[in-house]
């Protein structure tokens, strides 16, 4: 599997020159740092060790101001390389580095004690045990870059590190640490590939400038690849990219895979007082935040938007390291949730979709929330209820079944004339809004929803009905002031509603409807003489008949439209 080994220790321990002399690279390639004799970037090189693997190697600044270069060249590798002078031992920047790497869970490595050549058997005999007790179960190997003495003890040591198995179910993401532009070829961006991996043709993502990139090529160590895999040092040229329109800190990710947010809910691991204002590194990039604390918890609110997953590690900084966070929700909502956080780190796939999906998902919402792998947002989800490709909790699908009955069965008791409800009020205006309503066991009727068995009814209205049937059997028309009363009696065929809160009988509706097949032409004049009615309930008559779809007014005179089939 292929693996990326970073440098780590104080300026001018001889970390640029230990690199040289094992890879044959010279890493500082600015010329400030040429003129300077220090690293002031990061520089890379490929590793050939003795059993044929190739590593690849990330050359970190030592310089205390350069301490965010180093970060970002610490994120994503496998292995560390920690380099002490033999004639100065561990110094204030050995000590940062060191705990930079172990904040980042970058706990394997090899501690290289360098310039053995310039001090006396006793002086290296010392600094090697020096660094023992510093790293302790680290194989520590004392070099000379000058005479190549241990180098190829050094290789060995690093060909012995047991391997880093990385999780090859996550989808690609690489963290730019350098852009730059060559003529005929185009803008190129090169990282380390922490997940997945990466070919021509691949569409990728620019997070968080939300740009889509094609790849054009890539390569490893200057060699072009089919495809880059997870631990490799990655050079992706990207057609159609402006070399301003990316930096070191973007993200190159899969569509679909990951959040980006404003906010990392995280579990804190302190070496110092936490203040309330840090800096953090994520990836390649620093962000100011502020930090908002519930015991071991923290969220972090960023300045600007970052890409991570959870189980990331990041770094919180003032002037120096102050704590790391190992990420449990890349993009929280605000505030915390202990008890939710507390699923989250225990890390369960099923446990973590309960505890988190709760209202109706689709998988790929879920996964872009970079909570899980895809094998593990698939087993989660087999322990949800489903509606079509929606998921969601079982306690909040029953819950809301009681929401639902309990606001019809009020609904039925208040308004026994109309008791169901609109579909729209009871559910939100989602997809999965109709799927779901199929397993709450209502029944709809239209656009309203009712009981199982529900059924509109007269109740306490009754009286109230039976006086305005008396009232139209002796009268042609009446006003009618309880539109829903109204309502339910014409859809009883007991009445017709006609004009503007007002009725008139069946009986009478159904002697008009008659006329329509003898009058012609169809006149307000003739059909209220035909009728025996006043001219308003004519009137009114004949404008029900023209919305029923049976006449056709055209001026003064209507004509019966044809049967509709």
Same mark, same amino acid.
């Given at each position: %599997? ?11 321990? &001889?970390? !640029? ?30 590793? +050939? =060790? ?8 990330? *050359?970190?600044?030592?310089? +205390? ?48 004690? @360098? ?11 010392? #600094? ?18 000058? @005479? ?9 040591? =690093? ?8 999780? #090859? ?54 060699? $072009?690849?089919?495809?880059? +895999? ?41 070496? /110092? ?5 840090? @800096? ?8 100011? $935040? ?54 989250? /780190? ?37 322990? %949800? ?26 609904? $039925?008791? !208040?308004?026994?004339?109309?008791? &169901? ?33 529900? $059924? ?10 039976? /006086?305005? /049937?008396?009232?139209? %059997?002796?009268? +042609? ?32 509706? *159904? ?18 003489? #035909? ?6 309930? #004519? ?6 008949? *023209? ?19």
């Amino acid at each position: %599997m292929p693996l990326t080994v970073g440098t780590a220790g104080h300026i001018d321990h &001889g970390k !640029t020159w230990l690199v040289r002399a094992l890879t044959g690279k010279d890493t500082d390639r600015l010329p400030e740092e040429q003129a300077r004799g220090i690293s002031i970037d990061l520089g890379y090189a490929p590793l +050939e =060790l003795p059993d044929g693997r190739r590593l690849s190697l990330v *050359d970190a600044p030592g310089h +205390e101001r350069f301490v965010r270069t180093m970060i970002a060249g610490a994120t994503g590798i496998d292995l560390f390389l920690l380099v002490i002078d033999a004639q100065e031992g561990a110094r204030p920047q050995t000590h940062e580095h060191l705990a930079v790497l172990r904040l980042l869970g970058v706990d394997r490595g090899v501690v290289a004690v @360098t310039k053995a050549d310039a001090v006396d058997a006793e002086t290296l005999e010392l #600094a090697v045990q020096e660094a023992r007790e510093l790293v302790p179960g680290t194989e520590v190997v004392p070099v000379s870059a000058k @005479t190549a003495a241990g180098l190829d003890e050094l290789r060995a040591a =690093l060909a012995r590190v047991p391997a880093i198995e990385r999780d #090859a179910t996550q989808a690609t993401r690489l963290y730019v640490d350098r852009v730059f532009t060559l003529k005929g070829i185009g803008t190129v961006a090169t990282g380390t590939l922490w997940s997945g991996s990466i070919g021509a043709g691949d569409v990728l993502r620019v997070e968080p400038r939300g740009r889509v990139v094609r790849v054009r090529s890539v390569q490893v160590h200057d060699a $072009a690849v089919e495809r880059a +895999e997870a631990g490799q040092r990655v050079a992706v040229n990207l057609p159609a990219v402006e070399r301003r329109d990316l930096s070191r800190g973007d993200t190159l990710v899969e569509p679909g895979h990951y959040p980006v947010s404003y906010r990392l809910d995280v579990r804190l691991e302190e070496l /110092e007082p936490v203040p309330v204002a840090v @800096t953090v590194h994520v990836g390649t990039k620093a962000v100011a $935040a502020r930090v908002a604390r519930s015991g071991p918890y923290a969220q972090l609110r960023l300045a600007d938007p970052v890409v991570a997953a959870r189980g990331d590690r990041v770094i919180l900084r003032t002037q120096t390291t102050v704590a790391g966070g190992l990420v449990l929700d890349p993009a929280p909502p605000r505030g915390l949730d202990p008890d939710r956080l507390t699923v989250l /780190e225990r890390g369960d796939p099923e446990e973590i979709v309960q505890a988190t999906v709760h209202e109706p998902v689709a998988g790929p919402e879920l996964q872009a929330r970079g909570l899980l792998s895809p094998p593990d947002v698939a087993r989660g989800l087999a322990t %949800m209820g489903s509606a079509g490709e929606h998921y969601f909790s079982c306690a909040w699908a029953a819950e809301l079944r009681d929401r639902v009955h309990g606001r019809l069965a009020e609904r $039925a008791r !208040t308004h026994p004339l109309d008791p &169901g409800i609109s579909v729209a009020e009871l559910l939100p205006a989602k997809p999965w809004a109709p799927l779901v309503l199929n397993l709450l066991e209502v029944e709809r009727r239209g656009g309203k929803a009712y009981l199982p068995g529900t $059924a509109a009814s007269l109740g306490a209205q009754a009286q109230a009905a039976s /006086e305005l /049937e008396a009232r139209l %059997m002796q009268e +042609e028309i009446a006003k009618v002031d309880d539109k829903t009363l109204a309502a339910y009696l014409e859809g009883e065929d007991r009445l017709r509603r006609v004009g503007d809160g007002y009725a008139v009988s069946s009986e009478l509706y *159904d002697r008009g409807r008659a006329l329509l097949e003898v009058l012609d032409p169809i006149t307000l004049p003739a059909f209220r003489d #035909a009728l025996g009615v006043g001219r308003r309930t #004519a009137q009114l008559l004949l404008e029900r008949f *023209d919305a029923d779809g049976l006449t056709l007014r055209r001026g003064d005179v209507r004509t019966r439209r044809p049967a509709r089939s």
